[in-house]
Structure formats: C-alpha cells, structure tokens
C-alpha cells in the first residue's frame, strides 16, 4: 500500500483501545489485536472514560484553578499504530510471523516514528498521553518531577516535589526513598492543585500522571532483590535494556496509593543553576525506554559521594522563578503569568536546595525537610517569610 501512511487500512480489522484523562479521551486504533489488549491492560490504571459532560467537569475541578473558564468539552485524540510490512515501508495488514513493526502516529495524525515490538509501540501511546496533558495548560498545570509521598504520624500523606534537569538524580534519589518506605508515585510529571475555602486557601496537592515509572538498572541496588522482582514481574511491566518500566504500585512499600493526591510539604531542587531568560525544562521522554536518561555518573555519585548534601532553603520568589521553568506554563505564558499562576500553589512551600550526597544522608535530609514542613504548620512557614520580605522592602 502506498500513500498516506497512517492511513487506515480498508480491508483489515481493526481493534482499539481507550483510555481517559477527564475531560481528555484517547483512543488507539490498530490493526493487530495483540497491541490492543496490551495497551489496555497498561492503561487501566487511567481514569476510565468518561460518558457524560457532568462526570467529566467534576473530575475537572480537582485540577483546574478555581474560577478558571478554560473549556471543558470531552476530546477524543487518536493515534494508529499499523502494521508495516519490511519491504516496502507501507500500512498493511501481516501475520504474526511476518518481519516488520508498526508505524505510529500521533493525536495530531502525523506519523512519530516506527516501532518494531508491541511493548515499545504501547510506550510511543503512553509518550504521546503524557505530551497531550503536558501541552493543555488551560486544563493541567503540570511539573518535570518526581512526586514521593508518605504519612507523617496521623496526618494525611504528605509529599514532597523534587525537581532537577534530566541526570541529576531525581529517579534515583526518588527510588532511594521508595525503598525507605516512602511511596514513589511519579518520576516525570505532577499535576499541580490549588485548593481554596471561601477566600482562604488551604494545603496546595499534587498528584502523579498516572503513566508507569522508569527504573535504570542501577536502581536495583538501591530498591533490593524482593521490590526490583516485583517490579520486573508486574504484568503491566516492560524490561528494557535500561532497565524496566512499570506501575507505581509495583514498587509500593506504604499504603498510599500510586493515584493519591497528596498535600505538598516541601520541594527540594538538584543541580539547580541559574536559568537563561525563557529556559524550559520539559519531560525528556524517549519511547524506546519510556523514562528520562539518568547518567550513570549521576547514580554512582549519589552512592558514593563524600560531599556532605545540605539542604539550603531557597527564597520563595527565588524558588517560584525556578519552579516556572519545569512547569508546562513556561512554553505558552511569559514569565510573569507563570509566576501569577505558580504563586499561589508552590509561593507558600518550603523550598531546598540539596546537593549531591550519600544516598542514605540525602533520605535521612528529605525525611526531616518534611517532618520540619509539617511541624511549621505547612504553609505558615514561607508566609511569614514573605511578609517579613514585604515589611523589609
């Protein structure tokens, strides 16, 4: 067959699989069964799809900032995944036996790439989900970082952000934690909640995008034998030669669920330098590993490092211009409305810079920002501090 390639074949079945993310639905549509069934076993731990406007627009409103008019009309993005023959390059329908792959196309219909096994063409569909959330900033307000989480005494889980540039650490220092007990509930995007009572706001969320984690091989040291089997074993699980993707709630060692909204206690920042005017750190993505290339150098060094990691708490404003640039914001709003936007969510959080240490130190650190966050009372801590900023002005 010649022509468009992500044209869909007349004279084969087609098979599909759906998903949602209120008020975004996905459809994959392709022409071989077996990549239907995988992709919707991965995907079931998506929101289910959505079948009325009111269902939708509650689920809405956990995310989008109060008052906020974006439109919130259900959408249906499609991709195809086809089978392409090895010979000629064209959409057709092939046995099993037959050599090829299958040709993957985005939600905007344009061809992204080819994919020569089911697990890495249901990865292409996972990648392009996360892009689509990532790129609607008037329903999502997302971040590039890894989400952890535990519960401090009785009190509602709590979670901490950590940001970092792709290779700083962020997986390994998040695995570091999941393996002390703490829930990994995302290494790659958080949404982002504003809460409001009457003109009060309370505790600002976040919750992890509900796509698998990617765990390096180096990670397996740091999990132990019993979780990295786990989450090899999984049936929703990809090995890769980086490593193996996976649940959330593959690797889990505390009752806080995977898909929980947590109230953010602290953030903390590796590797954070000073940013260029526009600078834009975005999910790095690559469908052929589904996670972000963290170097080896990065994980060795976290391991072995002798260099004391103390944390250093950040200026709110300071901390509100380095957040901007993880945010989904940043690429469609100029610095000014991200700060606006961002002010109200991460302005009152406790902020830490954290360097490269001992893994077991920088754990033992992240326990006590959080426990020390709780103890101010949450949000009282960098309030203060911004009024003390504005008495001084």
Excluded at 196 to 216: C, E, F, H, I, K
Aim: glycine share 10%; charged share 20%; proline share 6%.
């Amino acid at each position: 067959m010649t022509g468009d390639p992500t044209a869909l074949p007349f004279d084969a079945p087609l098979y599909r699989a759906e998903w949602g993310f209120a008020p975004l639905r996905f459809r994959l549509v392709t022409d071989d069964a077996a990549l239907a069934a995988r992709a919707q076993l991965v995907f079931c731990q998506w929101d289910a799809i959505r079948d009325t406007a009111d269902s939708a627009k509650a689920s809405l409103s956990k995310i989008l900032r109060p008052g906020s008019t974006a439109a919130r009309e259900a959408a249906t993005l499609e991709m195809k995944a086809l089978r392409s023959g090895a010979s000629d390059g064209g959409c057709q329908r092939g046995a099993a036996s037959d050599v090829g792959g299958w040709l993957f196309s985005g939600t905007d219909g344009s061809l992204r790439g080819y994919c020569d096994d089911v697990a890495a063409a249901v990865r292409a569909a996972e990648v392009e989900t996360t892009h689509a959330v990532v790129n609607r900033p008037d329903l999502f307000l997302t971040v590039h970082a890894a989400l952890v989480a535990t519960t401090i005494g009785s009190a509602r889980a709590g979670g901490i952000l950590i940001f970092g540039p792709s290779g700083s650490g962020k997986s390994t220092l998040a695995a570091a934690l999941a393996s002390a007990g703490w829930a990994l509930l995302g290494d790659d995007v958080a949404l982002l909640e504003r809460r409001t009572n009457g003109d009060n706001d309370l505790a600002p969320r976040a919750r992890a995008l509900p796509r698998r984690v990617s765990l390096r091989n180096g990670a397996r040291a740091i999990l132990g034998a019993g979780v990295w089997r786990a989450a090899t074993e999984h049936p929703q699980s990809d090995q890769t030669t980086e490593g193996v993707v996976c649940p959330a709630g593959a690797i889990a060692t505390t009752e806080v669920s995977a898909l929980t909204a947590v109230d953010i206690r602290a953030a903390v920042f590796l590797s954070r330098n000073p940013r260029e005017p526009g600078f834009v750190c975005q999910p790095e993505i690559a469908p052929s590993d589904g996670g972000e290339p963290e170097t080896a150098a990065a994980t060795a060094t976290a391991e072995s490092s002798p260099v004391p990691a103390l944390p250093c708490r950040i200026d709110p404003i300071d901390a509100l211009v380095s957040a901007a640039a993880y945010t989904n914001l940043a690429r469609f709003k100029d610095m000014g409305e991200c700060l606006e936007l961002l002010r109200p969510i991460l302005g009152p959080v406790p902020c830490f810079d954290l360097e490269r240490g001992p893994l077991a130190q920088m754990v033992s650190l992240v326990k006590s920002l959080v426990a020390g966050a709780a103890g101010e009372g949450g949000r009282t801590g960098n309030c203060d501090l911004k009024l003390r900023r504005r008495n001084n002005a």
